[in-house]
């Protein structure tokens, strides 16, 4: 027997009528502020363990955690869980109800009461992040932890479908953009799978997806990762526009644009979805290479 099956019979998921009672309880109330949309089937649950492929030996990171549907899901494997919820009301209970649920996980659970998006590093270094993210700040949240925690080495969180594919789109495709081409700095990223409206409470009223993103080194360049950011940036700002045209300003001027373009080997009248990371970078090396001593950006 494994350590998953072992802690099964153990651990009890939310059903539809225990979130609803917990948050009758609680008197909570999903709010559209901080993109509260809990998931109430344990199968759906079950479903976004397995897909992320979570182990008893891991150690996860979970943003978000509401009600603690997906938590009690990712403490069945026998993982470590560090939950973190930016809800004080939410955070305070996540504790009792995984006493109540799931007694045998109890001193796997650690429960921190914060904005993830002011995380920089955690007491136990977490090898995944599994997730439902609040769909208004999935992007910003996702590519901030996966600045700050270098351990994280696999992703897979629920999200817009939309914000789905653009994290996963390469170059070319009409929903690549700025969030594919910094996720791709980091991590290699594919759409995992669907998830209907109507496991969610209260229902959203768009369609959500799973990305995976499995970490990588970032292209080789001399340019900071700040340097390509910024050149993303310019490039997207203006996306009907050439690349000599959109990254005018960002290089100070459009001959300054097509003078660092053409080092770096790519095409001015490109448009920038045309460009993947690593084009990106070299045009941002390309750009510091040739400025003035004292006024890199670095």
Not at 132 to 139: E, F, G, M, Q, T
Not at 262 to 291: I, K
Request: hydrophobic content about 45%; charged content about 20%.
């Amino acid at each position: 027997m494994t350590p998953a099956e072992s802690t099964n019979d153990a651990v009890q998921l939310l059903t539809a009528s225990s979130v609803r009672e917990l948050a009758t309880r609680l008197n909570v109330r999903p709010t559209k502020t901080l993109g509260q949309n809990f998931v109430i089937d344990p199968g759906t649950v079950r479903r976004i363990v397995r897909t992320a492929g979570v182990g008893s030996s891991d150690t996860v990171l979970e943003v978000g955690p509401g009600l603690g549907s997906l938590t009690l899901g990712l403490l069945e494997t026998g993982a470590h869980v560090t939950a973190v919820e930016i809800d004080p009301v939410l955070a305070g209970a996540l504790g009792e109800t995984v006493t109540t649920h799931a007694p045998v996980a109890v001193d796997r659970l650690t429960v921190i009461a914060a904005d993830a998006m002011e995380l920089t590093e955690l007491p136990t270094p977490p090898v995944r992040l599994v997730a439902n993210l609040p769909y208004n700040v999935a992007v910003p949240v996702l590519l901030h932890l996966l600045a700050h925690l270098p351990s994280l080495r696999e992703v897979l969180v629920m999200v817009q479908a939309e914000v789905a594919d653009r994290i996963a789109a390469g170059p070319g495709s009409r929903t690549y953009g700025v969030p594919s081409a910094k996720a791709a700095w980091y991590a290699s990223a594919s759409r995992a799978g669907s998830i209907g409206r109507s496991v969610f409470w209260p229902a959203p009223n768009v369609d959500s997806a799973l990305v995976r993103l499995v970490r990588r080194d970032p292209p080789l360049t001399t340019a900071t990762r700040a340097e390509v950011f910024a050149c993303i940036d310019a490039a997207f700002s203006q996306r009907r526009k050439t690349l000599r045209s959109a990254l005018a300003g960002w290089a100070g001027s459009a001959d300054l644009a097509e003078q660092a373009l053409r080092s770096a080997g790519v095409d001015p009248t490109l448009r920038g979805e045309r460009l993947d990371v690593t084009q990106f970078a070299a045009v941002a090396a390309a750009r510091t290479a040739g400025e003035p001593k004292g006024r890199s950006a670095r």
